[in-house]
């Protein structure tokens, strides 16, 4: 990618458009290999108890937080307070202000509780956090998201581990139309073609987890993914062909034999 | 004394603190947070914070996810 084609989060600038999960790896080992393999700048992480038995290895004794950006979410809450002490919990254990939020309405879908969302994402950014919401792929509600003082808004392109791809990409055209803030899609990409898609659209980055550590090989398609985020972002760029019905020849036809 | 630590009843000693209570379970504290009474305790508060019966704890870390 070219050296100065960056974007912002908040102060904080990024060149990697494609930002990945730790969850689901079969091993520590293979996570480290596939964060590296997807060249990204920024990961997720998520809060959870601390194990009382005794098992206390750590994911930051694998994660290099020089390299890499850590960007907690607040997974699997349902409320937005839980969400609200969520990200209160990352803060003191990260020392971070960022926060994926995510207040999830639905255990089958996983879709976002958007009421719920905006709740608590306005307590957050009074208290000073910078919030990156996941959403549905709803322009208003980005709208919304925007007006509350969020740093980007992530909507999903499908349902989270779906791998089904961007199902509405109208919508996510539409919600870069209505927002200033970064828009990050985020949530069901499924293999390669997905992310240059969804980056092709103009979506400033990509953020994904299942795609990679579900497949069979999970360093692999972090490259893939990589090369894939790359490759849409270069095509959107460089402004594709209108798409026409018929041919127009690439060779000249002066000059033939005959 | 007996509070709820985690999710589970656990007795420790009278008015202990949270750092002595962290350390009586080997707990390194780096990368965790505590919660009190749903409120966070930060790091710089762990010596002066004593426990009494009935509280609710949290002890978090970051784990593996999207």
Redesign the interface.
Known sequence: MTGDDTFKIGDRVFRSRLMV?????KTNEE?IAALDASGAEIV???????N?D?T?E???DHIDTDKYT?L??T?ACFTADDAV?TS???????DTDLVKLEVIGDEKTLFPDNEALLVAARILVKEGFTVLPYTTDDPIMARKLEDAGCAAVMPLAAP?GSGLGIRNPYNIRIIMETVSVPVIVD?GVGTASDAAIAMELGCDAL????GIAGARDPVRMARAMNCAVEAGRLAYLSGRIPRKLYATASSPLDGLIG | MKLLLNGEEKVLADGISVLDMLNALEIERRGIAVELNREVVPKGRHEETRLKEGDTVEVIRMVGGG
């Open positions: 999960g730790t969850g689901k790896y996570m997720t992480v998520a809060v959870r108890r601390v009382l005794r206390k750590s994911l930051l850590l907690p979410n997974a002490r209160m919990l990352a803060r003191e254990a990260m989270i949530a953020l994904m987890n299942t």
